[in-house]
């Protein structure tokens, strides 16, 4: 049984989850060697820092998303006018 606990700012979250795994398979017997040397270093030695996550640069910051909105609806309106402007001159002319 896995369980799981989170808890952050006062927020708790928890869960639990029944696994089931397969059975381990099966290696065929070898011959006893010696057991490897253990160097000292690689057992003494500091894990990696996490990784960085992909996504950054300046599209990941939060203006970024308003200004590709605002950007996209002012397009959408010129095309708009663009292509309907015969329309619009049309019903604000003086051609009475």
Same mark, same amino acid.
């Given at each position: ?21 397969? /059975? %381990? #398979?099966?290696? $065929?017997?070898? @011959?006893?060697?010696? =057991?490897?040397?253990?160097?000292? !270093? /690689? %057992? #003494?030695?500091? $894990?990696?820092? @996490?990784?960085?996550? =992909?996504?950054?640069?300046?599209? !990941? ?36």
């Amino acid at each position: 049984e896995l369980f799981v606990r989170f808890e952050h700012e006062g927020i708790v979250a928890e869960g639990s989850r029944t696994l089931e795994l397969p /059975a %381990a #398979a099966q290696e $065929p017997e070898e @011959p006893e060697a010696d =057991p490897p040397v253990e160097d000292d !270093t /690689a %057992a #003494a030695a500091s $894990p990696s820092p @996490p990784r960085e996550p =992909p996504a950054t640069g300046w599209w !990941t910051e939060p203006w970024a998303f308003n200004t590709a909105i605002v950007v996209f609806v002012v397009g959408l309106i010129g095309g708009l006018i663009y292509t309907h402007g015969w329309r619009l001159r049309d019903r604000f002319s003086d051609q009475r």
